[in-house]
């Protein structure tokens, strides 16, 4: 069908972008899906283009703005009543299917992309989806500078840092009589627990380490049954309290000594007496460094050899610790304590006198 027509008005406009004439790389858009089509324009800030972006609901296809056109499709719009043809400049753009591949090259330019078509051209499920899926995307700028300001908070005492030397833990043993000539006279139980505690303990003997959760600990129950019948049997009782109560110490968070005192010791008197001998005052609060713990652990061992005749079954020893100590670090503490395994099982501690003197535990130490 011819028209005629005199063209009275043409309009050319290169540098903006005049009505675009979709060309679909697939193939040709069906007459009654037209009216389905969502479109919108956007700016490619990774390519520095214009972007064209078309959605069916179900697929989303894309185009860049073409460049360097040596002709430029025309739009004639005839006005049937006066005959004058306008001509318009229009752009012919080729769009084509997002797939898998070019989702996962450049993936956060393109991800951004996909989702901001998805978010405003997708179906109802489509844009659920991304919303979701944005919503649990991480920004590792974001969760380093969390992780940055996390980290400054974080307060290390050097005390904790430093390795601690055999001559060091020497120093956490109470006055020791290397020469004596039987092993009582070794050491001397005021000097780990002081006479008037002792004898508060003692005075409440009847109630300390009879409960039954203390009875199910196969140290305390092996020593219970040792010392029933024992002339000093209060007295050991009470060493046993005070060894229950340094354990419970070693167990608990330092910063919570104060709200969890009453379960060290039911006297609040040996609690306070723990935590003021088996820690230390910092700018920060009471800590409590490795070599504060080990000087626990030491008086512990000595203390329970007191208890137990001199002789200690490591491995039941070890379960009264709730942070197990292991037995190879409980071996170490008490070779300076002066203990050595026994001949018939190595897992038997026994006070044998001479003592060795120090420099010898040093030496065979550094050996190791």
Same mark, same amino acid.
């Given at each position: 069908m011819k028209l005629k027509g005199i063209v009275s008005h043409v309009s050319i406009q290169p540098t903006k972008i005049q009505p675009i004439i979709v060309k679909f790389q697939n193939g040709k858009l069906q007459n009654n899906l037209v009216s389905k089509m969502k479109c919108g324009l956007f700016y490619d800030e990774r390519e520095k283009k214009s972007l064209l972006g078309i959605s069916n609901n179900h697929v989303v296809y894309k185009g860049h703005r073409p460049k360097n056109q040596l002709t430029y499709p025309m739009l004639a719009i005839h006005n049937k009543k006066t005959g004058n043809i306008k001509l318009i400049q229009a752009e012919r753009w080729l769009v084509f299917p997002t797939t898998k591949k070019q989702l996962i090259s450049n993936k956060n330019n393109e991800d951004n992309q996909n989702n901001l078509l998805n978010k405003e051209f997708g179906s109802k499920k489509v844009k659920r989806r991304t919303i979701q899926n944005s919503k649990m995307q991480v920004s590792i700028d974001a969760v380093q500078d969390q992780l940055a300001e996390t980290v400054s908070q974080i307060e290390v005492d050097q005390d904790d840092l430093k390795v601690e030397t055999i001559d060091d833990k020497f120093s956490s043993l109470p006055p020791c009589n290397r020469t004596a000539s039987?092993?009582? +006279?070794?050491?001397?139980? $005021?000097?780990? =627990?002081?006479? +008037? %505690?002792?004898?508060?303990? @003692? +005075?409440? @003997?009847?109630? &300390?380490?009879?409960? +039954?959760?203390?009875?199910?600990?196969?140290? !305390?129950? /092996?020593? &219970? #049954? *040792? *010392?029933?019948?024992?002339?000093?049997?209060?007295?050991?009782?009470?060493?046993?309290? !005070?060894? /229950?109560?340094?354990? %419970?110490?070693?167990? =608990?968070?330092?910063? $919570?000594?104060? %709200? #969890?005192?009453s379960e060290i010791s039911a006297i609040p008197e040996i609690s306070d007496y723990v935590i003021n001998t088996y820690s230390m005052l910092s700018a920060k609060g009471r800590a409590r460094p490795v070599s504060i713990r080990d000087k626990a652990v030491i008086h512990s061992i000595i203390l329970a050899l007191m208890v137990n005749d001199f002789k200690l079954d490591l491995k039941s020893f070890n379960e009264v610790f709730t942070c197990r100590l292991g037995l190879r670090k409980l071996t170490e503490l008490a070779r300076i304590v002066g203990a050595v395994p026994s001949k018939d099982n190595k897992d038997v501690l026994v006070l044998k006198i001479p003592l060795a003197s120090a420099i010898d535990i040093t030496k065979k130490s550094r050996k190791k």
């Open positions: 039987v092993v009582h +006279e070794v050491y001397n139980l $005021e000097d780990i =627990i002081p006479a +008037e %505690k002792l004898m508060l303990m @003692c +005075e409440n @003997c009847d109630s &300390l380490l009879q409960n +039954e959760e203390n009875r199910k600990a196969p140290f !305390f129950a /092996n020593s &219970l #049954r *040792i *010392i029933d019948n024992d002339a000093k049997k209060k007295t050991k009782l009470a060493i046993l309290e !005070f060894i /229950n109560a340094l354990s %419970k110490w070693i167990s =608990i968070n330092v910063r $919570e000594a104060k %709200k #969890r005192s």
